[in-house]
């Protein structure tokens, strides 16, 4: 079952672009990880200082097993610093 990942991210405006920057430099790394099936990154039309990242998934194992690679928790640690407001993370499947 493949696994959708939707996290939103609402970002302080001066660093925007730090994390456009963070992203840019890791989205080929994320997207080479186990189980990664699609990457892309969103920004909301109406305010530009959110940000989606819209990621598929083997399965809810592999996005754990992502969850908890050193690699991940240093992402993490960059982006969650950017922060205007907590993020919103879910997982969804396809259902038709």
């Known amino acids: 079952m493949t696994i959708i990942r939707i996290v939103r991210m609402t970002f302080l405006p001066e660093k925007t672009s730090e994390f456009q ?3 840019e430099q890791c989205k080929n790394d994320i ?14 039309v109406d305010d530009p200082n959110i940000f989606v990242t819209h990621s598929h998934w ?3 194992e592999t996005l754990d ?5 050193e690699f991940f928790g240093l992402i993490w640690k960059k982006t ?3 922060f ?3 993020p919103m993370a879910f997982s969804v499947e396809k259902v038709s």
Not at 31 to 44: K, T
């Open 21 to 23: 920057r963070i992203f």
């Open 31 to 44: 997207r080479s990880m186990p189980g990664c099936l699609h990457l892309e990154l969103w920004r909301d």
């Open 58 to 60: 083997e399965s809810v």
């Open 65 to 69: 097993n992502y969850r908890r690679t």
């Open 80 to 82: 969650k610093i950017l």
């Open 84 to 86: 205007a407001d907590a």
